[in-house]
Nanobody
Framework: QVQLVESGGGLVQAGGSLRLSCAASGRTLYEMGWFRQAPGKERVFVAR????????TYADSVKGRFTISRDNAKNTVYLQMNSLKPEDTAVYYC??????????WGQGTQVTVSS
């Protein structure tokens, strides 16, 4: 079992940047993912990274703007978000799992992008 705590959300103007962090405790060597849920919408995939950090995938909507990375020595996963758009506004969640199946989730952090 792994516990996840996200941080780094906030209010930013369109075109700005934020970096989200997800600190993991417990058994931590999992594939990690970021997801987001906008008001009134379903939670959707944003990015994921394999256990070593050598392989990443992104949703088309964030490719070229967001970067997922991890520091296994610190048990932390990051999501660098650049060129933010109002449509990126959502609660962002990190998750831990294997083979794109995620069993552990954080509580979420709010990201609001103003136009």
């Amino acid at each position: 079992q792994v516990q996840l705590v996200e941080s780094g959300g906030g209010l930013v103007q369109a075109g700005g940047s934020l970096r989200l962090s997800c600190a993991a405790s417990g058994r931590t060597l999992y594939e990690m993912g970021w997801f987001r849920q906008a008001p009134g919408k379903e939670r959707v995939f944003v990015a994921r990274i394999n256990r070593s950090g050598s392989y990443t995938t992104y949703a088309d909507s964030v490719k070229g703007r967001f970067t997922i990375s991890r520091d296994n020595a610190k048990n932390t996963v990051y999501l660098q978000m650049n060129s933010l758009k109002p449509e990126d506004t959502a609660v962002y969640y990190c998750a831990a799992g294997l083979d794109s199946s995620y069993a552990s989730w954080g509580q979420g952090t709010q990201v609001t992008v103003s136009s």
